[in-house]
């Protein structure tokens, strides 16, 4: 019986009809995915995914990425890896195996939290915001109504024309377009189902019996070609559970990938750049040729140089407003000194998509302005540039997040406004692995990686954005990104102020000792050099050296010198990426053209062995972080 | 993107909105005023974006607290100041009108209180669509501030505020001044009590107030239970209610007669629920209900059901509508429906009181007749007899309607209530088988009998079944089933050997239907006694087919056709009449004497009987047969001229052998009684009676007596009459008591000894086999296990158990423990 079923199935693989959960993949991408998995590379698998390679793939030994990622022990990669869509389910050979190869209990949890429902489509939430848009009243979205003898379906041009060739071509030629009749040949009930489809609802249903049905299908497989959609019969024909399921999930995808397409052709193409001050002047008609029914407005970021001391110090709103001028004494905010006349570009967008952030929704539900219905479109500004807006729609059009990591932090906040805390927890997710601070094997490697993030990214504005956003996670990383560079942070004012900030976030709560910051780099640095000892098999020197402390302690009094060898420096970041600053408190600057054969820790002194040396260091940075305390007057 | 990564450095994001101070003031004179022009309805050219973006800089900037603060303290102020000295206002005037209360008309009263619930409504409605729309603006405020420092979102906050501010505020001074709550909740008790009296309120804001007060607590703490309606409003409601109520009551049932209150009742409480459903709150309504059940129902429904047109008036005059409203009452108030029981049984059992006493009165009056002293021709005897029967058929008849009629009040009124039907099934059990009136089972199985007999000639299937329903139903409340069976039994076999019965299948039937519901031990012997007739048909013909082979016919031999019946099964005792009554006479005389022709055909039987299984023992009951004789009257002039006169007489058997008895004599020779109770032995109590038959009644005086009086006696002397003639060539000689009949007190006597007997057996085997069992047993355990094994046969007297238990430890099958005298132990 199972045997059977088993062949009918690979029978329809390899007929190309039933796609395999975990086809074989020997792409190199692939490949590289699957190495990063044994090592626990977040960075390189978040990089793969991002680049779109197959997460449910399988290599030339059948692994799939998510059974090397569990069974190598690599709890944030397998999380990873099931946030991005990786399969687990049950009752399946692949699950199975996945479950029981896992390393230990807590990945195992993992994994049976992520069940099958909840990861196998990650556009869910998407389709079902789509779906949800067919019961909503308010605020009122629907611009269309399909009208047939006994019903009417109050609809979306966008999403009719986004899903179906058909109304595409229609809207184009009369986008003012505001009923649209059904032949009527055609039972209701059918266009009930293609209307349920076409916002990517569940299209199996009871169909009443015989003729009746023969009447509602002849009716759908008549809207299949009108609309140009063949999916939509196929769909309903369909009773293979597993065929059902693909189906939907490509359904699904391509409908995606429509909105994409659609957000990038209609709302992007469609842009108007205008000079700030002008932006209240621009009319758009309620029949546009996009159908957008509010503008949002983000204006351009006034070049740094140009106006720094005036627009970061004192302003309380944001820097500038361009809505319709201040309404009974708002104030409105500075206006910009620049020379060049400041830019916003207005975006043509649809309240239907905008209302998946709960800032979007409540705005149009509510009885202020924004709310009302005018002649011409409102004009509403967020309060960020133009690219994370772009970014934002993204998100919100086609369920993309795919952020540079130049504007996560910014895209962090707008999410955070906006109330879109899928979009805020995937960003983190981004921030985190992508700039991942901790130690990967090879030393080259680690130190391009340092060279790079160093350069996208500011760890303190990370860590206050994780604060500010309440999201714990930034901070955790933030500590761990820290304590594998210490070094070079220790000894800096913004440090300080940090492990400041840190501590009267908690004492504003309530009074305890510890600082959480500290505590967490604490638990990282610890993590950092105990992974070279074990490395080398000798974790016993850590206890030995703990013991004799004592001198290093001494040595490290007063002055601090920085002193490298020529091991350290390949494993520290060159002394180009050091602020000048620093260099000029500790005073003096070593060479470090010294003898390559002298091993020497932090603080100059020369070490037994390289193992020694990282003992050494470790205890140095430890004493550094208690004398910062000390000098905070902080107890830790 | 992602390629170029790094090749930018990343500009330090959003300083504006980052670490530096921001000005408190100027951000909140703008959100103040928002929110007034929010509070005065006027906030559709007000930009979210815009206020909502200030609320998010100043918690960004960790100002929340501050603003926070500010928010509460506005609203405080706007209610104090704005809503609230418009709500007072309006609450002291409607409070003016109450105190002016017997000089304002009820209208005024009405609008005042109107105008205040009204304005209440408004003012809470706006409160609540301005609340929502600042917790809008403020949604960052609610969403990172309150949450993180657990503070009361603004929307519930402020909710608490106008409960604070504006119900919770005081509109009398003094002690026991009343705050705005008071107010409203006396406003709507009067407005609730203008309803009931009959007028009509506007319900809709009521309703709105109950609201308001069912979304609010009366603390910050959560809780269905500290609601403001259940804190304030419904203690008070309750109270007013029962109040109310307790009055009404008083009134209601000093004026009306018991329907007319039943329906105002249950009308009460459909208006209340209606009232906690369309103006209240429905949580309210199961309190209301209890409240008004309370005054209306329970208190007062013994003192409804008692009333001179309460239940007993409803019940004779068949108010079927009235006694569903009181059950329905009762029900309510009572599962076990106590009042309404009681009432019913006690009706019930007054009228089967008065059919028992007019029962009996009809049985003793004129007094019973002497038993057996008459046949057919003495019409007195008869008649009694006959007065007799009916009076039974009567009590049957009467008992049958009474329980139709409870029936029909039971279906219809009493919507087929269980409680009910067990209490109308107790009292009817009671009176059937009260202890002085002992004859209930009798008159049942007479009352069958009859149907049996005559009742159901000519009545179709289904009227047959009603009968027999009937009879079942009665049956059920027997609860001395042996002595039922015991009558059943005599009466049954008289139908059967008499051919009395107009239809066998439903005799059948009514043995199956017994058997269903009495079970098959009640029922196995009355299924033999079938069998037996079955048998015996079989049995005369195969007699006949053997003498038929034995020879030639011959024309001078007796026919003979009998039943064979089982010892054990047939009730004999009353069969064989007279015979077994004196044992003395039982031993020298072992039946009649039969003539010899008679005794051939009797031997030759026996033999053939006796071939065919060995090892039996036939005895003879002359007492129930009958014999068809040719007689032959010599010539006598009549007026066709003289001639011959052949009869068929029908006569029984013991009429046959003192007929034959003539043949061998002379003419004119003449018999004494004593004569021919020597010669044929048959038991004198018979022997007269059928004497009786053959000599004194007109139509069959086939002997002549002498000297001609009325009574037989032993000097008597008869002879044959040879001038006998009839209209009939076939004459039937009727003997007195051939059918059933309602059993003199004599023959009652009889039944009772022999039931007592019966039953003592059935005691000690009763006794025995639990003994059997248990080994060892206390004295009040055997005795109840006793009563309710032999609870579906009869109820056995305590004291008949003791004197069972006394006799079975004479007889040494129980012994008393040594160590326990209240203990037996069975003896093996």
């Known amino acids: ?337 620049s020379k060049r006349p400041r830019r916003s570009i207005l975006y043509p967008v649809h309240k239907a998509m905008l209302i998946r952030a709960e800032y979007f929704l409540i705005m149009f539900s509510s009885g202020f302005k924004e709310a009302q219905e005018t002649e011409h479109l409102q004009i509403i500004s967020v309060d960020f540039p133009p690219d994370v807006l772009e970014i934002v729609l993204a998100f919100l059009y086609s369920e993309k997040a795919d952020i540079p990591l130049s504007l996560a932090v910014d895209v962090l906040w707008a999410a955070d406004q906006l109330f879109i805390d899928k979009l805020k927890n995937k960003t983190a997710v981004i921030i985190s692995t992508l700039g991942s601070g901790d130690a990967v094997t090879g030393k080259a490697e680690k130190r391009r990686r340092a060279d790079e993030d160093d350069g996208v990214i500011d760890i303190y504005e990370v860590i206050r954005a994780g604060w500010d956003t309440r999201v714990p996670q930034l901070e955790e990383f933030g500590a761990r990104y820290l304590a594998y560079r210490l070094e070079r942070h220790i000894d800096t004012e913004e440090f300080a102020e940090m492990v400041q900030d840190s501590a009267a976030r908690i004492q504003s709560r309530q009074e305890t000792d510890t600082v959480e910051l500290i505590d967490d780099i604490r638990f990282y640095l610890s993590e950092r050099f105990r992974l070279r000892f074990e490395e080398a098999g000798l974790e016993e020197m850590m206890d030995d050296l703990e013991g004799s402390a004592g001198d290093a302690q001494d040595a490290t009094e007063g002055q601090f010198q920085e002193e490298r060898g020529i091991d350290s420096a390949e494993r520290y970041a060159p002394s180009d990426a050091i602020p000048p600053t620093r260099v000029a408190a500790n005073g003096v600057i070593k060479s470090d053209a010294l003898d390559g054969t002298v091993i020497r820790t932090l603080d100059g002194k020369i070490a037994g062995d390289e193992f020694s040396q990282e003992a050494m260091d470790y205890r140095i940075l430890l004493t550094k972080l208690d004398q910062l305390l000390e000098k905070l007057e902080l107890d830790a | 993107m992602i390629a170029s990564r790094g090749a930018r450095k990343i500009k330090p994001p959003r300083k504006n909105i980052q670490g530096d101070d921001v ?527 034995l020879g030639d016919y011959d024309p001078a031999r007796v026919d003979l056709s009998m039943h064979v019946l089982t010892a054990t099964v047939w009730p004999l005792d009353h069969m064989s009449g007279a015979l077994d009554r004196d044992p003395n006479k039982q031993d020298k005389a072992q039946g009649p004497i039969f003539p010899p022709e008679i005794e051939r055909v009797k031997k030759g039987f026996e033999k053939f009987y006796l071939n065919r299984h060995s090892g039996r023992v036939l005895s003879w009951l002359g007492g129930m047969g009958t014999a068809d004789i040719r007689a032959v009257f010599p010539k006598v002039p009549t007026k066709d001229g003289l001639r011959e006169r052949k009869h068929e007489l029908n006569v029984s058997t013991y009429a046959m052998i003192i007929l034959l008895l003539f043949n061998d004599l002379s003419e004119n020779e003449a018999l004494t009684y004593e004569e021919i109770e020597a010669r044929t032995n048959i038991p004198p109590h018979e022997l007269t009676r059928n004497l009786q038959s053959l000599s004194l009644a007109t139509k069959t005086r086939i002997l002549l007596k002498e000297p001609m009086t009325r009574d037989i006696k032993p000097t008597d002397r008869f002879k044959f009459n040879e001038g006998f003639s009839g209209k009939f060539i076939r004459i039937k000689v009727g003997v007195v008591s051939a059918g059933n009949r309602v059993e003199n007190d004599k023959e009652r006597q009889d039944t009772d000894d022999s039931v007592r007997q019966m039953r003592a057996h059935y005691i000690e085997a009763t006794i025995v086999r639990i003994m059997k069992q248990r080994k060892t047993c206390a004295h009040l355990q055997l005795i109840s296990e006793t009563i309710s094994q032999l609870a579906s046969h009869f109820k056995p007297e305590v004291t008949m158990i003791k004197k069972r238990i006394e006799s079975l430890l004479d007889k040494e099958y129980l012994a008393r423990m040594p160590e326990d005298d209240s203990m037996y132990k069975y003896i093996t």
């Open chain 1, 1 to 337: 019986m199972i045997s059977q079923l088993l062949s009918t199935e690979n029978e329809d693989v390899s007929a190309g009809k039933l796609r395999d959960d975990n086809p074989l993949d020997e792409s190199e991408s692939f490949h590289e995915l699957c190495e990063a998995c044994r090592r626990g590379d977040l960075k390189i698998c978040q990089e793969k995914i991002l680049e779109g390679v197959n997460i449910n793939g399988r290599d030339s030994y059948d692994y799939t990425p998510l059974i090397l990622a569990s069974l190598c022990g690599h709890y944030e990669v397998a999380h990873l890896l099931l946030e991005s869509g990786a399969i687990c389910e049950r009752d399946t050979h692949q699950g199975e195996r996945c479950l029981h190869n896992a390393l230990n209990d807590r990945i195992r949890n993992l994994l049976r939290s992520y069940h099958f429902s909840k990861s196998t489509d990650p556009l869910q939430p998407f389709a079902a915001h789509v779906t949800s848009l067919l019961s909503r009243d308010t605020p009122r979205t629907s611009d269309i109504t399909l009208v047939c003898t006994d019903c009417t379906f109050r609809l979306h041009k966008l999403v009719l024309a986004a899903r179906s060739p058909y109304f595409a071509e229609t809207f184009a030629a009369a986008p003012e377009t505001v009923s649209w009749r059904l032949p009527n040949t055609i039972p209701s009930r059918s266009l009930e189902i293609a209307v349920r489809y076409l916002y990517f609802g569940d299209v199996a249903a009871d169909l009443g019996d015989g003729e009746e049905e023969q009447k509602i299908l002849t009716g759908v497989e008549k809207l299949s070609q009108l609309f140009q959609t063949e999916s939509l019969f196929e769909s309903i024909m369909e009773r293979d559970l597993r065929f059902v399921r693909q189906r939907r999930t490509d359904d699904l995808a391509l409908g995606r990938q429509r909105f994409e397409v659609w957000l990038n052709d209609s709302v992007l193409a469609n842009k108007v750049e205008v000079e700030t001050s002008r932006a209240k002047d621009v009319r758009w008609g309620r029949n546009n040729k996009v159908f957008a029914d509010v503008l949002l407005q983000a204006d351009e970021l006034v070049e740094e140089e140009d106006n720094d001391l005036e627009s970061y110090s004192g302003t309380t709103t944001p820097r500038i407003r361009n809505t319709e001028g201040s309404l009974n004494g708002i104030p409105v905010g500075p206006v910009s000194p």
């Open chain 2, 23 to 549: 000005d408190l003031e100027p951000t909140w004179v703008t959100l103040s005023d928002s929110f007034r022009e929010i509070h005065t309805q006027n906030a559709s050219q007000l930009s979210y974006e815009q206020l909502y973006r200030h609320a998010y800089v100043l918690v960004l900037k960790r100002k929340g607290d501050q603003l926070y603060k500010r928010v509460i303290d506005f609203e405080h102020d706007w209610l104090s100041e704005d809503i609230r000295p418009r709500l007072h206002t309006l609450a002291s005037s409607a409070l003016l009108s109450f105190e002016e209360y017997d000089t304002k008309t009820v209208n005024e009263r009405r609008v005042s209180g109107e105008l205040l619930l009204k304005g209440a409504t408004k003012a809470w409605d706006n409160h609540q669509t301005c609340i929502n729309m600042l917790a809008d603006v403020l949604m960052y405020l609610d969403r990172v501030y309150c949450r993180e420092q657990r503070r009361t979102p603004i929307f519930e906050a402020c909710m608490e505020l106008f409960r604070d501010t504006v119900l919770k505020w005081l509109v009398t001074k003094g002690e026991d001044g009343m705050d705005l709550l008071d107010v409203l909740s006396t406003i709507i008790l009067d407005q609730v009590r203008m309803e009931r009296d009959g007028d009509t309120i506007n319900k809709h804001f009521i309703r709105s107030c109950v609201h308001m007060m069912e979304s609010l607590n009366e603390s910050n703490t959560d809780g269905q239970e500290t609601r403001l309606y259940v804190t304030r409003f419904q203690p008070r409601f309750l109270k007013a209610s029962t109040e109310f109520y307790r009055e009404e009551s008083e009134r209601l049932i000093r004026e009306n007669d018991a329907g007319t209150y039943c329906r105002w009742a249950s009308r009460r409480i459909r208006e209340e629920e209606d009232r906690c459903r369309s103006t209240l709150s429905e949580s309210t309504t199961d309190k209301i209900r209890r409240v008004v059940e309370d005054e209306l129902i329970r208190n007062k429904i013994a003192e409804v059901i008692a009333m001179p047109n309460g239940v007993k008036f409803m019940s004779d005059n068949n108010r079927i509508e009235e006694l569903s409203l009181v059950y329905n009452l009762n029900a309510r108030v009572d599962s076990k429906k106590t009042e309404l029981i009681t009432a019913i049984q006690k009706r019930v059992a007054q009228m089967g009181d008065e059919i028992n006493r007019a029962a009996l009165a009809a049985s003793h009056t004129p007094p019973a007749p002497a038993p057996g002293y008459s046949d057919g021709s003495t019409k007195s005897g008869e008649r009694v007899v006959n007065q007799h029967t009916a009076a039974a058929m009567k009590w049957v008849e009467d008992v049958l309607q009474l329980k139709d009629k409870f029936d029909t009040i039971w279906r219809l009124s009493f919507a087929s209530d269980q409680a009910l039907q067990a209490a109308l099934s107790k009292v009817f059990s009671e009176f059937i088988n009260a202890a002085t009136f002992p004859r209930g089972t009798e008159y049942i199985s007479l009352f069958i009998d009859d149907n049996m007999k005559k009742g159901i000639k000519g009545k179709t299937e289904h009227e047959v079944d009603l009968v027999l329903d009937k009879a079942i139903t009665l049956l059920r409340y027997v609860q001395d089933k042996d002595m039922f069976e015991k009558y059943y039994k005599k009466h049954l076999s008289r139908r059967l050997l008499m051919n009395k019965s107009v239809s066998n299948d439903v005799e059948k039937q009514m043995i199956s239907r017994m058997k269903i519901e009495l079970g098959n031990n009640f029922t196995s012997k009355l299924e033999s006694m079938f069998k037996d007739m079955t048998v015996s048909e079989e049995l005369s013909n195969g007699y006949r087919a053997y003498v038929d082979k």
